[in-house]
């Protein structure tokens, strides 16, 4: 079973992700910012990651930079997911180490477009 680390410091939008990714045979954890989230991360990386972009603590960017500085042989997705559409700050993410983006508000449909199976499959 795929597994996805939902990092987000919003009670609402894991709850919502949750029950998206879980509906697509989803094993999901969850972390409230980003210095849990690396902590789960060392022990046991994930398949996937659904990033917020701005929370409390530990920067996004931060968080991005050492997940990806680290010798790990699991290399997680990264999903960076942002209220915002500046093409600075997506392009921040992904040249920190994010694989994709996700605009919120999401539905199930984008959701799906960014973590059907075939898409993590490579």
């Known amino acids: ?6 990092v987000d410091d919003s009670d609402v939008i894991r709850k919502v992700a ?3 990714l879980e509906s697509i045979g ?7 910012n980003a210095k849990d989230a690396l902590a789960l991360c060392k022990s046991d990386p994930p398949d996937s990651i659904l990033l917020d972009w701005q929370m409390p603590g530990t920067s996004t960017m931060d968080f991005l930079v050492t997940l990806r500085k680290r010798a790990q042989a699991k290399r997680p997705y990264v999903v960076y997911c942002t209220t915002d559409n500046d093409f600075a700050d997506i392009s921040r993410a992904l040249a ?6 996700l605009i919120k508000p999401f539905d199930r449909a984008m959701m799906l477009e960014k973590f059907a199976p075939s898409t993590l499959a490579a």
Request: charged share 25%; with cysteine; glycine share 4%.
């Open 18 to 20: 949750r029950a998206i």
């Open 1 to 6: 079973m795929k597994t996805c680390l939902l």
């Open 26 to 32: 989803y094993n999901v954890t969850e972390a409230e």
């Open 96 to 101: 920190a180490g994010a694989d994709d983006t």
